[in-house]
């Protein structure tokens, strides 16, 4: 058998690990990537200032939102020209869990979750909102919106072995030196197990699986020139900038 072209390359996030200093440094490891899954509105506030419902209690939850980003999204080098077909780029900061094992056949159990994830990195979900909200208005997909080239800016990941509290960990978003968003993960309407759960209930979760858990409020535009700033606060950043298009 013969590729009749050349096959694409797969995309790979370098791993850091943690040195005597309990500091991260670079390895040689590195995590091919297979998919990229997302949740939509998995903190209350960012749902609210979306103009969504929020839940007030875990029994009205509904099931989370649940979107999709090609693998060959991913920037690694946090250098993100300004796309094609939108004047209205907005940040989203994300926890990014990496799924390192495949989930057995069946729906998983949240209490087994944990075993699938290898690490953990910080993310933007890159929006075109002008797209995102026209095709939700006529009640289409949100693909042109959602999964355009390099909507996925990502920093290398982190072993979930060696992050000793995610859920006391926080996110941050800075532009240009501003604090844009900032939000606790304790605040996740589904917090990692869960949502593991219900994407097993959907799809076949494999190694090499990436999940955006969604965004706090404070989302907003970014222009040209823009410097972001993102922290998994304690464990992981990213820096990059917006480039003019093309």
Known sequence: MVDVI???PQPRIPVLRRNPLS???AST???PVRRIYCVGRNFAEHAREMGATVPTSAADRGNPVFFCKP???LVLDGRVPYPRGTHDLHHEVELVVAIGADAPDGILDPADAGALVFGYAVGLDLTR???QAAAKAKGLPWDTGKAFD???PISALVPASEVDDLDSCSLTLMVNGEVRQHGSLSDLVWNVPEILHELSRLFALRAGDLVFMGTPSGVGPLQPGDHFHAMLEGVVELTGEIL???
Do not use: E
């Open 71 to 73: 693998a060959d999204a």
């Open 129 to 131: 909102r002008d797209l």
């Open 244 to 246: 003019p298009p093309g």
């Open 29 to 31: 490891d590195t995590f």
């Open 6 to 8: 050349a096959a694409p």
């Open 150 to 152: 390099h909507s996925a």
């Open 23 to 25: 500091t991260y440094t």
